[in-house]
């Protein structure tokens, strides 16, 4: 039944917007020039709250970026953004007094909803992750798929690149003149190791200076 | 006994069912859009002109439609008698419509991405007939969402085909939702990347796999813009009958999302002026038939006696000339090329390449210099080896006049490669995956003469190093491919060639011994180092189709 119902739901949609097509449609003008949006310098702290396998040893973070953001019209900035991030160990791994701390150089693009006082954006990033750690752990699967976490805190300092992948939905919020709040929620899906990726959610509070506003 | 009736059957034809009536309803349209060829015939025109733009269906375009002037001269127009066909046939060419992707249309394109998405899920869910259905990876749910969100991106075990080819082919979909719908270029390759990785994350049970990220998206923009383009070259907006009825069904089967989109905007019946970058000066398409002979083995002393044989038949588009157009105009050049060979996996070579941008160095009467950056999609699969690539190039492409047709041109890049994939040694996954994958870099070199179309002499060597990401990652991959081939032109139109070359690949495997007592008993003896070489010697006919 409910295949039958998705089925007709495409074409009654489909053949619906055929008839709205049919007409003619305004070619949009174009923009003259923002309201809000130009070049802009963003400072943010953040806190992660970490995900699957890597939340087994390293249960959150916190840091902040700092982000250059290049105004291409009409609702895009082109985004160039470092960060340190220092994440805490489990309760339970306090013992080992480990260490991860993360330098991410990230590139990416942010597309604002609307051009307003209350801007809505989303972003993507991408870039590399320059990882500093004192303990290091992997994930073994075994036969039955049952997962068991080896953590190696005998290695000193080491350091990893890894390539780092973001998604976010925020708000920018202009309060006065060229300033602005910024409020995200961010994915992350960091690369780490096979089996134990640096997966988690992460929040963002910020003041964003858009230039030349 | 009672007969358990099953929907099975139904089912497997819903995409079929789903689009029938869409292109009945649109071509009855695109029918009586234009003028009822019969009706014309039984009436006696004394009008030469008037015949010609509606007996034989001749598209307006050709007739330079706009240029009023030179249509008046053309026509004595005290002399016509008016027929109200001519004036039927004038008000449907609809000189001040404005199409669709002169806007952009967010919600129909979201409406188009979900079907995409839609359809090859339900075709895994429903119509694939699964001999242990807890393999279906369609059989999703919120647990497995959310698994996928924590753990995060792997690197899956999928044959060649189905990461180099099928993925990237569902990318050109995604893309194409947003290039059909009124996004540029680069706006469109934000629907590829976000319809991959909705794809990726709740469209199977399996955790997102990174090379399919990767692939479909930047391999789905490199074909999805190639098949954009061919697609509006071969539709015709100002044809009408049953002409434009074969174009819309051609330029729906190059662009399926495309024709689409056109059938539900109303635009596949709609008599209206072409695109103006419709057809670019310069188009090339030809198709060659040929025998090649390769090392299966790899070994190289062995070509002779023990090399495979096959035939190949391959095409090749042109579009564009990238010493001429405007580099800034992504992919305004591009070539594409597919060959089907006998043996081995039927598709064994599929390659596109376009422009994304560059500029002129220098450009005199006799010498021409421009930087290219270009976007890369490599498919190679045959007896003796698979390489698949994603990958950009930064080249500079010269250009030396020796002659009034003819021409020495070099090419010298460097090549970003964001994902690779390589024969492995040791390993071959469940699913299919005998190979490696991992971002790498390249190198690559050509040099050509060249006269009018055809290639009388060109030697190319490329050489391309990967680092293997993908489990077992510690290993690291060496190839080189050179390559010389040339011939003769026949005729302008066909072309006699021959080649010959080498594929060989330097691997080097770093396994912990946990890694090593994992090979299995039927693959060969560990070693840290294996070198490769497969000679392959090739013979072809060219025809210029057009």
Do not use: C
């Amino acid at each position: 039944m409910k295949k039958y119902a998705i089925i007709i739901i495409i074409l009654f949609t489909s053949l619906l917007s055929a008839q709205v097509m049919q007409n003619k449609e305004p070619v949009d003008l174009p923009a003259s020039g923002s309201k809000f949006l130009s070049d802009q310098i963003i400072v943010q702290g953040l806190y992660i709250r970490t995900l699957g396998n890597f939340n087994k040893v390293w249960t959150s973070g916190s840091g902040g970026y700092v982000s250059y953001g290049m105004f291409f019209p009409d609702h895009n900035t082109l985004n160039f953004q470092i960060g340190y991030i220092d994440y805490e160990l489990q309760e339970d791994l306090d013992s080992l007094n480990g260490s991860l701390y993360v330098i991410p150089l990230l590139i990416g693009g942010k597309y604002f909803f609307i051009d307003s006082r209350f801007m809505p954006y989303f972003s993507f990033m991408n870039g590399i992750n320059i990882i500093n750690q004192t303990i290091s752990f992997e994930v073994e699967v075994d036969a039955d798929g049952n997962e068991n976490i080896h953590i190696d805190d005998t290695l000193g300092d080491e350091t990893l690149v890894r390539y780092a992948w973001q998604v976010a939905m925020g708000i920018m919020i202009n309060v006065v003149g060229g300033l602005n709040l910024d409020l995200a929620v961010k994915y992350n899906a960091h690369f780490y190791h096979a089996e134990a990726m640096n997966t988690g959610f992460e929040y963002g509070f910020g003041l964003v200076w858009s230039l030349n506003k | 006994m009672i007969k358990k009736f099953t929907n099975k059957p139904l089912v497997q034809y819903v995409p079929i069912l789903l689009f029938i009536p869409l292109l009945f309803t649109s071509l009855s349209k695109a029918q009586s859009n234009s003028i009822d060829d019969a009706e014309q015939s039984s009436t006696k025109f004394n009008n030469q002109i008037f015949l010609a733009l509606s007996n034989a269906n001749t598209s307006l375009d050709e007739l330079d439609f706009n240029n009023r002037a030179g249509l008046s001269l053309a026509i004595d127009y005290n002399k016509l008698r008016f027929n109200r066909k001519l004036i039927a046939k004038q008000n449907s060419f609809d000189n001040d419509y404005v199409p669709h992707v002169a806007t952009k249309h967010f919600w129909l394109s979201v409406g188009e991405l979900a079907i995409v998405e839609f359809i090859p899920w339900a075709a895994a869910k429903w119509v694939r007939d699964w001999p242990n259905p807890e393999d279906n990876w369609a059989n999703v749910s919120a647990d497995t969402w959310w698994r996928n969100i924590s753990y995060g991106w792997e690197y899956d075990g999928d044959a060649f085909l189905t990461n180099y080819f099928a993925h990237p082919y569902h990318g050109s979909l995604f893309y194409n939702v947003g290039r059909s719908n009124g996004y540029s270029f680069w706006e469109s390759t934000v629907w590829a990347a976000a319809g991959s990785g909705l794809w990726e994350y709740f469209g199977e049970t399996f955790r997102p796999a990174f090379n399919d990220w990767i692939n479909t998206t930047v391999n789905g923009i490199t074909l999805g813009e190639v098949l954009h383009r061919l697609s509006i070259v071969v539709t015709d907006n100002t044809a009408t009958g049953s002409r434009r009825v074969w174009l819309e069904i051609g330029g729906a089967l190059i662009n399926p999302v495309r024709g689409f989109t056109r059938l539900i905007s109303g635009e596949t019946a709609r008599v209206y002026p072409n695109p103006e970058d419709r057809k670019p000066d310069d188009f090339i398409f030809k198709f060659d038939v040929g025998v090649r002979r390769i090392d299966e083995k790899g070994s190289g002393a062995e070509f002779a006696t023990k090399g495979q044989q096959e035939g190949i038949l391959a095409i090749d588009f042109l579009y564009g000339n990238i010493m001429k157009d405007d580099l800034m105009n992504p992919f305004s050049s591009f070539s594409l090329s597919a060959a089907i060979g006998t043996r081995g996996s039927a598709l064994t070579r599929l390659q596109g390449r376009g422009n994304l941008f560059g500029w002129e160095l220098k450009n005199n009467r006799s010498v021409q210099h421009r930087f290219v950056s270009t976007l890369d999609y490599n498919y190679w699969s045959n007896p003796g080896f698979i390489y698949g690539g994603t990958s950009t190039v930064q080249q500079i492409i010269s250009r030396f006049s020796i002659g009034e047709k003819t021409n020495i041109v070099t090419s010298a890049g460097a090549e970003f490669i964001l994902m690779g994939a390589t024969l492995t040694d040791y390993f071959e996954d469940v699913e299919g995956r005998n190979y490696d994958f991992g971002p790498g870099v390249g190198i690559n070199l050509s040099g050509t003469v060249k006269s009018g179309i055809w290639n009388i002499v060109r030697l190319r060597y490329t050489s391309k190093w990967i680092w293997t990401q993908s489990e077992p990652a510690d290993s690291k991959h060496h190839l080189h491919f050179i390559f010389l081939d040339g011939g003769y032109p026949i005729t302008d139109y066909i072309f006699f060639g021959i080649g010959a070359g080498v594929y060989w690949r330097n691997s080097a495997y770093n396994y912990s011994q946990e890694v090593i007592d994992q090979i299995p008993d039927d693959q060969p003896v560990y070693q840290t180092d294996v070198q490769t070489a497969n000679p392959v010697v090739m013979l072809f006919l060219s025809y210029a189709v057009y």
